[in-house]
């Protein structure tokens, strides 16, 4: 029956594009213009200072329809930490404290995406340090994603925090006058490759 | 329908269906500003006592971060360092407290060297002409427990506007190491960048620019106090 025959591939064609426009997982590269990791600690319980971890680079796939697919994973290079007072950032990459000589950059891999209710998601990860590997999990807000305005390459951004102890890193020099907790707060944008089609 | 109808017509209806199809994106939520910042690292929320006297800002431990939105998608953020100023507080009349602090914008920094040359050419800062940024407060108040709320002027490129800190008091007491007494405070505020000609790019980058600030801040060494 010629008619049913076009119904059925008009209606195939529907489920394929159905199912292709929100199953993919999506491969983005995190953009390291738009993507920082502050670190804020208590100094003698006066003052909330902050460092900026920059230059992040790395990868966040993401899908939508299936959370658990979703993965991320980002270096660190310790050349781009800045704690806004240049003898203390010497300090930081010293010995004492990340021995960036050694170990020039951290990572973060994650390891379990779930859905943590609207838009927020809770990755589960290894945080490496010093070579040092310690569990950590982010709380996610997914921001948006959609296409950029200036180049309309798919994009998406995330805002993340979470809380480690720096002492678990082999950072624990000063602690606890200045505090072992250290509160992690990220932003990143990252855009896919090129536009579909 | 016959077969020429057809074939042509099953092209175009699949064409249709997949273009119908085709702009389906993930759902693109509302731009949000990134969850406020809660005093990250403040310690208790044991009553803080207050200690009257008249604290020097340690450039060293203060940070003004600058939060913006980029297109809906991240929440980066710039820090203007090297603050100078004046802390006065007064534990037993706290509206006679005042703060004082001066900005200069050769200590900003957005952690991208390309975004940074920007920021400080005529497209924003015109550091050049206005080489600093000032706040000066006009009314100190109580706002229960550790929290006071500070109104001040903030000058930005010679454009000046009252602004509204929530503060929190994190602590008085003598600096363990530089043994003099020493205070420290957070603070948070939401400005309108264009009300200070910075308004470049806004609103795809927000016009709001969220700041929180840490300060730490000691009384004058007693050298300092003998010589005068």
């Known amino acids: 029956m010629p008619r049913s025959w076009a119904r059925l591939a008009l209606g195939m064609a529907l489920a394929a594009c159905a199912t292709a426009a929100v199953a993919a997982p999506v491969a983005y590269r995190i953009d390291p213009a738009h993507t920082e990791v502050i670190a804020q600690w208590s100094h003698l319980g006066f003052s909330n200072p902050t460092a900026h971890f920059g230059q992040v680079e790395g990868a966040i796939v993401y899908d939508a329809d299936d959370v658990p697919a979703s993965s991320v994973e980002v270096t660190i290079p310790l050349s781009g930490l800045n704690a806004h007072v240049a003898r203390f950032d010497e300090h930081l990459r010293s010995a004492d404290f990340f021995e960036a000589a050694t170990f020039p950059v951290a990572s973060f891999r994650s390891t379990s995406v779930e859905a943590a209710g609207d838009r927020r998601l809770k990755v589960a990860g290894e945080l490496t340090i010093k070579g040092i590997i310690r569990p950590v999990v982010l709380d996610v807000v997914l921001n948006k994603a959609g296409p950029h305005p200036r180049n309309s390459r798919p994009t998406i951004g995330f805002d993340a925090t979470t809380t480690v102890l720096r002492s678990e890193f082999g950072l624990g020099r000063g602690t606890p006058a200045v505090s072992d907790e250290v509160k992690i707060r990220i932003t990143t944008e990252a855009q896919a490759e090129a536009a579909p089609n | ?228």
């Not at chain 2, 500003?33 to 200690?51: I, K, L, R």
């Not at chain 2, 000046?160 to 602590?171: E, K, Q, S």
Request: charged residues 15%; hydrophobic residues 45%.
């Open chain 2, 1 to 228: 329908m016959n077969t020429t109808t057809k074939t042509l017509l099953l092209p175009l209806a699949l064409t249709l269906a997949l273009a119908a199809c085709k702009p389906a994106e993930p759902p693109a939520p509302a731009a949000e500003a990134a969850p406020a910042a809660q005093e990250a690292g403040a310690p208790v929320e044991a009553q803080v006592e207050g200690v009257s006297g008249t604290y020097i800002i340690d450039p060293n431990h203060t940070n003004v971060l600058a939060q913006w939105n980029h297109f809906g998608f991240s929440n980066p953020s710039a820090n203007f360092g090297q603050a100078a100023g004046t802390i006065v507080y007064d534990a037993d009349n706290v509206a006679a407290s005042s703060v004082e602090v001066t900005l200069p914008l050769s200590g900003l920094t957005s952690f991208v060297a390309d975004f940074d040359a920007h920021l400080s050419n005529a497209d924003f800062f015109d550091v050049a002409t206005f080489p600093v940024a000032t706040f000066k407060s006009t009314s100190v108040e109580s706002a229960g427990g550790n929290k006071l709320k500070v109104t001040g002027d903030l000058t930005i490129k010679d454009n000046t506007h009252p602004v509204v800190l929530d503060v929190t008091m994190n602590g008085f007491a003598e600096h363990p190491m530089l043994k003099r007494a020493t205070t420290g405070f957070d603070a948070t505020t939401t400005i309108k960048r264009s009300d200070f000609g910075v308004g470049a790019f806004a609103p795809n980058v927000s016009d709001e620019v969220h700041l929180r600030i840490t300060t730490e801040a000691s009384v004058a060494a007693p050298e300092a106090d003998a010589a005068g």
